[in-house]
């Protein structure tokens, strides 16, 4: 199988195993964690032949195995290590395959009289002698995208490419490039899709994600040594979803019971206390020894956003404190203790169809939310896009110490 994500891979998913859900439930009986750790586990630098050579079901069986082992942790170092992975190895297999159909970009072929004669001697340097025949090979413009969907995956000008009648002309190697960014965000997508639904996927993943940190420890092991591995501290209020940022702000009266012990309750806590849980079912005294940490950091922040609400919401509803530490998995109270937790469920930020449904005004998505499904995976996204930036940026210090032709539309 050329592409996870591609057409006959969507296929198979939806009518031969009725959906992801139903996917991740039987792979347990046809794939072992062995079998799924080969993906990840071979030297990089050489995808083995017996990863290339596997027949499209296996390959999706092993594949789909590992994404539903990351919905126990959709950001970190063993998304990583599972994606640069299977990137290798799905990239491998394109180079080698003649055709690019069935990708998850829908490339077109080129026909020879679609570009002018002009334009094409000048981007493919037909006239250069110089120029070897494979090297002209490589700026021959073999596909086309449609404009609006190369635009979504391209991070680079329009200039470096040929536009012309609503398409983007590329190379076979700028193909690739737009098929990595393709892959990239459908990889994402399918983890942040996995994580709303962690709780029901059978034991074999949550022991298969555990082995993959094993392997992402040990991969990654310089780098950890070096800048560590990103875990609960102090919240960043600049890297908040839209609705909780809305909810800081104060709402109206409409609006705040939802918006204050409800959405920023379960986001705050969760944020600073345990943002990637292992379960649903956590509780505060699994993640932290003392209140302390409640009491001085999350507390006043939802005090502070309760009283700039229109009313206060806590001179209007004093009782509603014990409300909040009830929502923290402490029970009815306003003076908890440690051992309190778990007197009732520490809930969960709620999803973000939840917000739309419950409080749409909250709801105003920047771009980052695209494909995320719930507040508390946008967060972990941002800390582990700022994590990365300031690793390569470390990286890069220390490092220094020691053409196209845009035809018409």
């Not at 198979?12 to 586990?41: C, D, H, K, N, Q």
């Not at 002698?129 to 090979?137: L, N």
């Not at 582990?384 to 210090?397: H, M, P, V």
Request: aromatic share 10%.
């Amino acid at each position: 199988m050329l592409d996870p994500f591609g057409e006959e891979a969507r296929r198979l998913v939806e009518e031969e195993f009725g959906g992801i859900t139903e996917l991740l439930t039987i792979i347990p009986s046809y794939v072992s964690e062995e079998e799924a750790l080969e993906r990840v586990s071979f030297d990089w630098d050489h995808v083995p032949r017996e990863l290339l050579e596997l027949e499209d079901i296996k390959d999706l069986l092993t594949f789909y195995a590992l994404l539903g082992a990351l919905a126990f942790s959709p950001y970190g170092i063993e998304m990583e290590l599972v994606r640069e992975a299977n990137l290798r190895v799905y990239l491998e297999r394109i180079k080698l395959s003649p055709s690019l159909e069935g990708l998850s970009v829908p490339l077109e072929k080129v026909k020879r009289n679609e570009i002018p004669p002009r334009d094409r001697a000048i981007l493919e340097k037909t006239h250069h002698r110089e120029i070897s025949g494979g090297e002209k090979e490589k700026l021959r413009l073999a596909y086309r995208v449609h404009l609006s969907r190369f635009l979504s995956l391209w991070d680079g000008s329009l200039k470096e490419v040929y536009v012309r009648k609503g398409y983007a002309y590329v190379t076979r190697d700028q193909a690739l490039e737009l098929w990595k960014r393709s892959f990239e965000r459908n990889f994402e997508r399918a983890v942040n899709l996995l994580y709303e639904v962690r709780d029901e996927l059978p034991n074999f993943y949550r022991k298969l994600y555990e082995r993959l940190g094993e392997i992402a420890r040990e991969r990654f092991r310089e780098r950890l040594e070096k800048f560590g591995r990103a875990e609960a501290g102090p919240l960043r209020f600049d890297l908040f979803p839209p609705c909780v940022k809305t909810a800081l702000g104060g709402v109206p009266a409409g609006l705040r019971n939802y918006a204050i012990t409800v959405l920023l309750t379960s986001f705050l806590s969760y944020a600073r206390l345990c943002p990637n849980p292992p379960r649903r079912d956590v509780r505060v005294r699994d993640c932290v020894e003392s209140l302390d940490v409640i009491e001085r950091e999350i507390l006043p922040v939802i005090i502070e956003a309760g009283n700039r609400c229109k009313p206060p919401l806590f001179e209007d509803q004093p009782h509603e404190i014990k409300n909040i530490w009830y929502h923290l998995g402490f029970g009815l109270t306003d003076k908890p203790t440690l051992e309190d937790s778990g007197n009732s469920p520490w809930y969960f930020p709620p999803n973000c169809s939840k917000i739309r449904a419950n409080a749409p005004e909250l709801c105003k998505p920047d771009r980052d939310c695209r494909n995320i499904k719930n507040p508390l995976t946008y967060y972990l996204r941002k800390l582990y896009l700022e994590s990365r930036r300031e690793n390569q940026g470390k990286g890069q210090d220390e490092g220094s110490e020691g053409s196209g032709v845009r035809g018409d539309e």
